[in-house]
């Protein structure tokens, strides 16, 4: 198996890939390359958007993720912490509350919904606006993918990304907190285990970007857990009433595209999903052409976390659900309200590190020659078919080119122009 | 001393009047080729955003330009020559909040008056000549730390 520089959440299976090509588009950060019919990937320019596992038609990229058997418990206590977009993978009448039953039947000690923390997050962040005078706009930080776009790519714009807690974080050491408490055990002796539909949280567990701890212990993918609890949901069940899920709210749903940016009392908002438009919008932002955008949510997947790829329903029945329960439980912002100000006054929501931006290998550690091997690059470009084919194995001709600067790739390996060049 | 024997990168791009589509490119390409560079990130963000700023104008107030890029480990340069209507009165220019700016253009978000003291604040060295009714050359110069 390959050695990474970076921790990712997937790697290639060499015997499954066919060297079709696909993924070489797909990649938003030109990370992929093809070489004798096999796919790797560059570990600096991977960010672990999952573009790749979704566009292989042969399910080479494999996503690893941690799973419910395969991981031996722990600690003593085994917490479940859902993603909100584990109820919209559930048809209506499954009530969210009939969902966390059904965590604990299919084997967790306890369960911790993240709705509250929405809330909180949802109110630090908008004390947060109403505060800054530094450079606009601010840009969510609850996507790893993003933040990790943004570190490899646009390493200016980490001073944008906003500097608070995610709810799942707040979450988690909340859970620890009160169930160590409760149960006079240490904090280290509770497993937080996140439920989730993304690939990038699983990295961003083991390797945030703040270069900090997470207080979650493991990510386990939606589409593992599924099958167990559908069944788990199915049957009657005459406890829920005996379960204290009191703290439903749904709201801010978090899950779901321009769901928290309705509640953040500024007018000047952009909601964008999907690497390509992200990556569009960030381009503009770079260029300072979004002067007057206070606050930015992007999330990789397209229409939000509900698109990830390890969710088990399809997006768009997954968002219709979304609203629906959005629309049944409200959020619950103004009952908060007090205490989050009060939390956010105290530092309780602010990340301990800043986001900084990812160090690339540059094309030579000396800037003159660094600077020559840009010239020799541009010369190379210039002599390429620029149709971005592909059949060399990177992604565009200017990746080829670089590759050849870089050592990397054959000037040969481009078959276009060596075939030109016979005639 | 960066004589012009140092000059070991120089590229020209070119910029069309009115394009509004195509705006903002040069910018980026030459910031993807300062990060390429390893430029501190300092560095590379003044470069772009005085040399989208310049860019911005010939889109609004010129017909074209050539843009001419030099680098060197010392310092960057950016001279932007365009054909135009020039600018009558320089110093006027220059000021915070001036602009002729029609209301299509202030639509579109511009029209501030903030450009040309933008350059001025990113760069180094920033060189500004015109002739009304041939054109303008604004050169830009930004050090690099050694
Ligand atoms: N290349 C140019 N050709 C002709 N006139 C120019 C040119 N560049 C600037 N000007 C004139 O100088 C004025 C000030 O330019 P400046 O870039 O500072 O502000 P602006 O373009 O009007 O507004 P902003 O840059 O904030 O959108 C412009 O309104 C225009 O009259
Ligand atoms: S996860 Fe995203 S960035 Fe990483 S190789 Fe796949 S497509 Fe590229
Ligand atoms: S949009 Fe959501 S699911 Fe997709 S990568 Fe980002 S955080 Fe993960
Ligand atoms: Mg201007």
């Known amino acids: ?423 | 001393m960066t004589g012009e024997r140092d000059i070991v990168l120089k590229e020209q791009f070119s910029v069309t009047g009115r394009d509004f589509g195509r705006a903002g490119s040069v910018s980026t390409t030459i910031k993807s080729m300062l990060k390429q560079i390893g430029f501190p990130p300092d560095v590379v963000r003044r470069v772009a955003i005085a040399t989208y700023e310049a860019e911005m104008n010939v889109v609004v107030y010129a017909d074209r330009a050539t843009v001419t890029f030099e680098v060197t480990p010392a310092a960057i340069t950016v001279t932007l020559e365009d054909q135009g209507r020039g600018i009558a009165d320089i110093e006027q220019a220059m000021r915070e909040g001036y602009s002729t700016a029609t209301d299509e253009i202030r639509e579109m978000g511009f029209g501030a008056g903030m450009g040309l003291p933008n350059i001025k604040k990113n760069s180094d060295d920033l060189e500004v000549t015109s002739e009304v009714g041939v054109g303008t050359i604004v050169r830009i110069k930004v050090l690099a730390p050694q």
């Open chain 1, 1 to 423: 198996m390959a050695t990474y520089k970076y921790y990712h959440a997937h790697e290639v299976n060499q015997e499954a890939c066919h060297g079709r090509m696909k993924c070489l588009r797909a990649c938003p950060t030109d990370a992929i390359r093809v070489k004798d019919g096999k796919a790797h990937f560059i570990s600096e320019l991977c960010v672990d958007c999952g573009e790749c596992i979704t566009a292989c038609p042969h399910g080479a990229f494999v996503p690893l993720a941690d799973t419910l058997e395969g991981t031996p418990r722990k600690g003593k206590l085994r917490v479940a912490i859902p993603s909100p977009v584990l109820y919209s993978q559930f048809p209506s009448e499954v009530s969210p509350r009939r969902i966390l039953r059904g965590l604990l039947q299919i084997g967790f000690d306890h369960v911790f919904d993240v709705a509250k923390a929405c809330d909180w997050a949802t109110l630090a962040t908008r004390s947060y606006l109403k505060e800054h005078t530094g450079r606009w706009p601010i840009i969510s930080s609850f996507c790893p993918a993003v933040v990790r776009l943004i570190q490899v790519k646009y390493p200016e714009l980490t001073e944008n990304v906003l500097p608070l807690q995610v709810p799942r974080e707040m979450t988690a050491r909340e859970a620890k907190r009160k169930l160590a408490r409760e149960n006079g055990i240490s904090e280290s002796e509770v497993e937080a285990v996140y439920i989730t539909s993304c690939p990038a949280k699983v990295v961003s567990i083991r390797q945030p970007a703040e270069g900090t701890k997470s207080a979650l212990d493991t990510a386990i993918a939606i589409s593992e857990i599924y099958p167990a609890l559908r069944e788990a949901v199915s049957e009657p069940d005459s406890k829920i009433k005996d379960e204290l899920f009191d703290d439903i709210t749904y709201g801010p749903g978090w899950s779901s595209l321009g769901a928290i940016t309705g509640l953040l009392e500024t007018k000047r908002w952009i909601a964008v999903s999907g690497m390509s438009d992200v990556t569009k919008l960030l381009d503009d932002i770079e260029n300072s052409k979004l002067r007057n955008v206070e606050f930015i949510e992007a999330a990789a997947c397209l229409g939000g976390c509900i698109g990830g790829s390890l969710a088990v329903e399809n997006v768009y029945v997954a968002r219709s659900r979304t609203i629906r329960l959005a629309q049944k439980f409200g959020h619950n912002i103004a009952r908060h309200e007090h205490r989050a100000e009060r939390l956010y006054r105290s530092g309780f929501f602010s990340i301990e590190s800043p986001i900084a931006p990812r160090a690339l290998s540059p094309l030579d550690p000396d800037i003159a020659r660094a600077i020559a091997k840009v010239k020799e690059r541009d010369e190379i470009y210039a002599s390429l078919p620029k149709i971005d084919c592909g059949a060399c194995g990177s992604p565009t001709c200017m990746a080829f080119a670089e590759d050849v600067v870089k050592g990397y790739a054959e000037l040969s390996a481009c078959v276009v122009g060596a075939a030109r060049a016979a005639h």
